[in-house]
RNA sequence: GGGCGCAUAGCUCAGUGGUAGAGCGUUUCGUUGACAUCGAAGAGGUCGGAGGUUCGAUCCCUCCUGCGCCCACCA
C-alpha cells in the first residue's frame, strides 16, 4: 500500500527532477574527492574528466547546448558508476566581441553608445550582464541533470585565468613568437575591431567587374593640365585592369602582372599614371597575379586588400590609406572624396572614369564579400597595428598530435577540416579594439610613446611616405610582464600605461582545458576552491565534446596551446557532435523563430524525456532534424519505466531482496537474463564509441519490448521475484546515464540490500 | 575552384553482399488491477537515376541528379 501513496501514475516530471537533483548535490557526489568509498563501489586509481565548452554569456542555452551537455553528461555518469574519479569541470565564457555586442544593443535601447559610459562604467555593465546570463546558463544546465562538480565552476575571466592567459602571451612573446606589425587585417566597422580569418561569415554578392584603363607614362604623357587623358588614349598606350572596387582606384600604388605573363612583358618596370589621383605607380611582376583572371593585370590597393598588402610588401610599395575605420573615404582620398561613403565614392569615381573614357567595359560577376561573425556587418579590410601570433610553429605540432594518434576526432572525417586548416594557416592576429576581455599584458612608457599612442590605425606620414613599413615597432618602449609594473624601465618616472587593445576571446579559450584545472599554478587555490592538484590528477582530459563550425576557431587552438605550453595533449578524443536543425532542415535561429528553447521542452516534457528525445535522433548523421515527437516518445517511455517499475514493487512487497547474483528457474528466467547480459555488452561498446543513439535505442527495445512485454507478463503466470528486481535495477542503471532523474527516484524505492544512490552504483 | 555529408515506408531515421526495419502517423481489434502515455494484428517501399564488379547489390566501384555544409588571396 505505501508503495501505491508514493507511485502515483502517471510519471511525474516536475516533481521528481527538481527533488532528485538536490539530493544529487547535498550528497557531494558531483565532486570526484567526495566520491563514496564503500564495498561495492571502489574507487579506480585513474581518472576522468571532461571540461565543459563553456557557453557564452551572451545569452540562455539552446539546443545544442542541451545536446551536447547530454552527451557529456551520459560519459560523465557511466564512467563515475564505473567507479572513475569523475570530474566534469563546468564554465563559462566571456566571449569578447559577441557580448560586448550584446550589451551594447541594451544600451542602445536607451539611446547609449559605450562611449558615453567610458571604458570602467561599461565594462561594469557587462560584468553585471555577465552575472545574470552566466548564472541563468548554470542554472539550466541543472535542470537537464547535468551532474557538473559546481564548487570548479570557472569563468574565462577569473583572476587565475587572466595569470594564465598573461603567462601564455608572456610565454610567447619571449619565443620570439608574438610580434606587432602594421599589416592589412579583416577591420568590422561597426564593431571597430580588427577579426581573425575564422570569425568571418561569407555571402554570395552580385557584383560587377570594372575593367579600367591605367595610361602608360611616356616623354608626352601625362600631358599639360587643362588637357584631358583621352587625347593620348588612342594610341592603345593604356594597361587595362579589372577590378571590383573602383573606389580603391585612390589608393592604389602600383598595377601587378604574372612574370610569367607574355602579354605584359614591356611594360613591367614602366610607369603608369593612376587616373583622377595622377598619381605615377610602377607596373611590377608578381607570381600572385593570376594571368587567366580579368585582363591579368590587376590595381593593386595596398592599404585596403590583404594579398595587394602582401605583393606591396615584396616590392616595398607606398601604401595609401583612403577608408577610415568608419568605413568613409579619408583625407588621403582627397578632397572630392573626403567623407563619402564608400558606396558613394564608387559612383564618383565611376563617374570621373567615364567621363576620361577610362572605362573599358562592365561586367557581371558573382563574388563573395566577408562579413563579422558577430554582427553580419561588411569588412572593411584595412592595415592597422596589431598584435600576431606565428603560426608555422605551432601549426607542425598541432599536426603531429593528430597525426601520431594522441588526439582522436569523432567521426574521424573531421580530422580533415583540421589538416587543412593547419595547411594553409596565416599568422593569428590577437589584438582586438574592443573593451570586454583580456587587456594585452604590454606597458607602455608614456614619455617615449608618440608611435605607439595605442595599437589602432597608426598610420603616420612617415610609412606612407617612406617605402618601408615599421617593422616590430621597434621605436616603441614597452614591456610585457604578468605583474602591473611599479616602474618605467625606460625614463624611470612614468606610470606604465597598459595597452588598451584586449586579446581575441579565442587566445583565452585556447588555454580552457589546462587553465580551469590550474595552470600555471597548479597546486594554488583556484577560484576560492583548494585543489590538490587538479591538474596533476585530471589532465590530459578524456573528452571533448563540441560542435563542428569552432573545430579551427577552438579545439585546434586547444591543442597547439596545450602542446607548446604544457608538453600534454589536452584530451584524448574530440567527439563533433551533429549539429540541431528544424524538421525541415533549416538552422535554429531566434531571429527566424524557428528556434526551439529546451527549457520549454522540459518543463514541457521533463528532463528525462528531452535527454532521451535528443539522443534518441542522434544517430550519427552530421545533422539532426529535430523533431518534437521524439521527445514525446520520450515522455511515454518515462511513464512506461514508472509503471513498469511500479508492477515489479508492487510484485515483491517491501521484502529487501540480495540481488547479487539471482537464480534463474524458467526457461523466460533465462532468456532475459542473457538478453540482458548482451544489451550490457552492447551499451558499453556503443558508448565505448561515442555511439549514444545506438546505445539509447538498444535499451529501450530491451526494457520496453523484452522486458516489459516479455518477461513482465510471464511473471504474472510465474513470479521469480529476485531476477525481476534484478533485472529491473540492472535496467534502471543502464538508462540512468540517459535518464538520471526518473531512474534514480525508483532506485529509491526498490528494496534491496546495500543500496546506494544509483549515481554511484556499480555499472 | 577544391572538399565533405546526405538521398530507404506519409514524416524522422536505423540497417545488411543473399527474399527490407524502428518510432511517429494510419487501419482493425482488445478497457477486470503496472501502464490507453497501453497491448495484439495489419496496410504501406521496384532502398534517388544510369552503368560496372558478383552466382546474386539497397549495401562495393564509377558517373549523374537533387539537397545541405565547409574551405579558397581570380582582384
Given at each position: 500500500m505505501k508503495v501505491k501513496e508514493k507511485f502515483n501514475t502517471p510519471y511525474n516530471s516536475k516533481e521528481v527532477e527538481e527533488k532528485i537533483y538536490q539530493l544529487w548535490e547535498k550528497s557531494g557526489f558531483f565532486d570526484p574527492d567526495k566520491l563514496p568509498v564503500s564495498k561495492n563501489y571502489k574507487l579506480k586509481a585513474k581518472s576522468y574528466c571532461i571540461v565543459i565548452p563553456p557557453p557564452n554569456v551572451t545569452g540562455s542555452l539552446h539546443m545544442g547546448h542541451a545536446l551536447n551537455a547530454v552527451i557529456q553528461d551520459i560519459l560523465i555518469r557511466q564512467k563515475r558508476m564505473q567507479g572513475y574519479k569523475t570530474l566534469w569541470l563546468p564554465g563559462t565564457d566571456h566571449a569578447g566581441i559577441a557580448t560586448q555586442n550584446v550589451v551594447e544593443k541594451e544600451l542602445k535601447k536607451q539611446g547609449l553608445t559605450r562611449h558615453d559610459l567610458g571604458r570602467e562604467k561599461f565594462i561594469e555593465k557587462v560584468w553585471e550582464w555577465k552575472e545574470k546570463y552566466g548564472n541563468i546558463i548554470l542554472e539550466q544546465l541543472k535542470k537537464l541533470g547535468s551532474s557538473c562538480d559546481w564548487s570548479r565552476t570557472r569563468f574565462t575571466m577569473d583572476k587565475d585565468y587572466a595569470k594564465a592567459v598573461e603567462t601564455a602571451f608572456l610565454y610567447y612573446y619571449k619565443k620570439g613568437w608574438i610580434y606587432q606589425g602594421d599589416r592589412v587585417v579583416n577591420w568590422c566597422k561597426r564593431c571597430q575591431t580588427s577579426l581573425s580569418d575564422l570569425e568571418l561569415e561569407y555571402e554570395d554578392e552580385k557584383g560587377k567587374l570594372w575593367y579600367i584603363r591605367y595610361p602608360i607614362k611616356t616623354k608626352n604623357f601625362p600631358p599639360k593640365a587643362g588637357q584631358p587623358f583621352t587625347e593620348k588614349l588612342k594610341t592603345k598606350n593604356y594597361i587595362t585592369v579589372a577590378t571590383t572596387r573602383p573606389e580603391t582606384i585612390l589608393g592604389d600604388s602600383a598595377v601587378a602582372v604574372n612574370p610569367?605573363?607574355?602579354?605584359?612583358k614591356n611594360l613591367v618596370g614602366k610607369t603608369v599614371v593612376l587616373p583622377i589621383m595622377n598619381r605615377e605607380i610602377p607596373v611590377v611582376s608578381d607570381s600572385?597575379?593570376?594571368?587567366?583572371?580579368?585582363?591579368?593585370a590587376v590595381k593593386i590597393t595596398p592599404a585596403h586588400d590583404i594579398l595587394d598588402f602582401e605583393i606591396s610588401e615584396r616590392h616595398k610599395l607606398s601604401i595609401y590609406k583612403v577608408i577610415n575605420q568608419f568605413g568613409k573615404m579619408s583625407k588621403e582620398a582627397g578632397k572630392d572624396y573626403e567623407g563619402l561613403s564608400t558606396k558613394d565614392a564608387r559612383v564618383k569615381v565611376v563617374e570621373e572614369l567615364e567621363k576620361e573614357n577610362l572605362i573599358e567595359k562592365i561586367e557581371d560577376y558573382d563574388h563573395r564579400i566577408s562579413k563579422c561573425y558577430r554582427c553580419n556587418s561588411i569588412i572593411e579590410p584595412q592595415i592597422s597595428k596589431q598584435w600576431f601570433l606565428k603560426m608555422s610553429e605551432l601549426a607542425k605540432i598541432a599536426k603531429q598530435a593528430v597525426k601520431k594518434g594522441d588526439v582522436k576526432f569523432h567521426p574521424k572525417r573531421w580530422e580533415k577540416i583540421y589538416f587543412d586548416w593547419l595547411d594553409n594557416i596565416r599568422d593569428w592576429c590577437i589584438s582586438r579594439q574592443i573593451w570586454w576581455g583580456h587587456q594585452l599584458p604590454v606597458y607602455f612608457c608614456q614619455n617615449k610613446q608618440e608611435a605607439i599612442s595605442n595599437s589602432q590605425f597608426l598610420i603616420s606620414k612617415q610609412i606612407q611616405n617612406s617605402k618601408l613599413k615599421i617593422k616590430n615597432s621597434s621605436d616603441s618602449h614597452f614591456i610585457i610582464t604578468t605583474e602591473s609594473p611599479k616602474h618605467c624601465p625606460f625614463c624611470k618616472q612614468c606610470h606604465m600605461k597598459q595597452a588598451e587593445d584586449v586579446l581575441d576571446t579565442w587566445f583565452s579559450s585556447a588555454l580552457w582545458p589546462f587553465a580551469t584545472l590550474g595552470w600555471p599554478d597548479s597546486a594554488k587555490a583556484t577560484a576560492g576552491k583548494l585543489n590538490k592538484d587538479d591538474l596533476k590528477e585530471f589532465y590530459p582530459t578524456q573528452v571533448l565534446s563540441t560542435a563542428r563550425d569552432i573545430i579551427n576557431l577552438w579545439v585546434t587552438r586547444m591543442i597547439f596551446s596545450s602542446a607548446e605550453l604544457l608538453g600534454k595533449k589536452p584530451f584524448n578524443d574530440v567527439i563533433i557532435h551533429p549539429t540541431i536543425l528544424t524538421k525541415d532542415g533549416k538552422r535554429m535561429s531566434k531571429s527566424l523563430g524557428t528556434g526551439i528553447d529546451p527549457m520549454v521542452l522540459i518543463e514541457k516534457y521533463g528532463a528525462d524525456a528531452t535527454r532521451f528525445g535528443l539522443i534518441y535522433q542522434m544517430m550519427g548523421g552530421q545533422d539532426i532534424h529535430f523533431n518534437e515527437d521524439g521527445i514525446m516518445a520520450g515522455k511515454k517511455f518515462a511513464n512506461k519505466i514508472w509503471n513498469a517499475s511500479r508492477f515489479v514493487l508492487l510484485q515483491i512487497g517491501n521484502t529487501k531482496l540480495q540481488i547479487q547474483s539471482p537464480k534463474s528457474k524458467t526457461s523466460a528466467d533465462k532468456k532475459i537474463i542473457s538478453q540482458l547480459i548482451k544489451i550490457k555488452k552492447s551499451v558499453d561498446k556503443d558508448l565505448g564509441n561515442y555511439q549514444f543513439g545506438q546505445a539509447l535505442h538498444e535499451i529501450y527495445d530491451f526494457f520496453w519490448h523484452q522486458f516489459c512485454d516479455v518477461y513482465l507478463e510471464k511473471s504474472k503466470e510465474e513470479l521469480n521475484a529476485e531476477i525481476l528486481i534484478y533485472v529491473l535495477s540492472e535496467s534502471l542503471k543502464l538508462l540512468h546515464p540517459f535518464m538520471p532523474f526518473i531512474t534514480e527516484e525508483i532506485y529509491q524505492h526498490l528494496a534491496i540490500k546495500?543500496?546506494?544512490m544509483l549515481i554511484v552504483e556499480k555499472w
Open positions: 610569367k605573363d607574355k602579354r605584359y600572385a597575379v593570376e594571368i587567366e583572371f580579368g585582363t591579368g546495500n543500496k546506494k
